[in-house]
Nanobody
Framework: QLVESGGGLVQDGGSLRLSCAAS????????IGWFRQAPGKEREGVSC???????YYSESVKGRFTISRDNGKDTVYLQMNSLKPEDTGVYYC?????????????????????WGQGTQVTVSS
């Protein structure tokens, strides 16, 4: 139901823009988050934008990544600049009512959440 695109292979310091669109419902009134998972590591919340437009970022990407939404295109983007090898992983778009944004970005206990299939981001050193 969610489709991510824009992943790829980039060198250290490079940029990529990920896109997230839905095929059967609108994203415009939902909270949208980006999560990533690297091999052997736990899933990590990277960024999210909630219904009032507030944006949140993990400390590891703050200042380098920007989340945005284009309601006209019903698409959410994650602009990733100054990429580092440690940013490598599969990036997932997640839609739901909201996210927990305390010390990290995570899913709330009550769903539902809708996930994309993921897009691979590889940053070479």
């Amino acid at each position: 139901q969610l489709v991510e695109s824009g992943g790829g292979l980039v060198q250290d310091g490079g940029s990529l823009r990920l896109s997230c669109a839905a095929s059967r419902f609108t994203l415009n009134y939902l909270a949208i988050g980006w999560f990533r998972q690297a091999p052997g590591k736990e899933r990590e919340g990277v960024s999210c934008v909630v219904s009032d437009g507030s944006e949140y970022y993990s400390e590891s990407v703050k200042g380098r990544f920007t989340i945005s939404r284009d309601n006209g295109k019903d698409t959410v983007y994650l602009q990733m600049n100054s990429l580092k090898p440690e940013d490598t992983g599969v990036y997932y778009c997640v839609a739901g009512r909201g996210f927990s944004v305390g010390s990290d970005i995570s899913l709330m206990a009550a769903g539902p959440y809708y996930w994309g299939q993921g897009t691979q981001v590889t940053v070479s050193s």
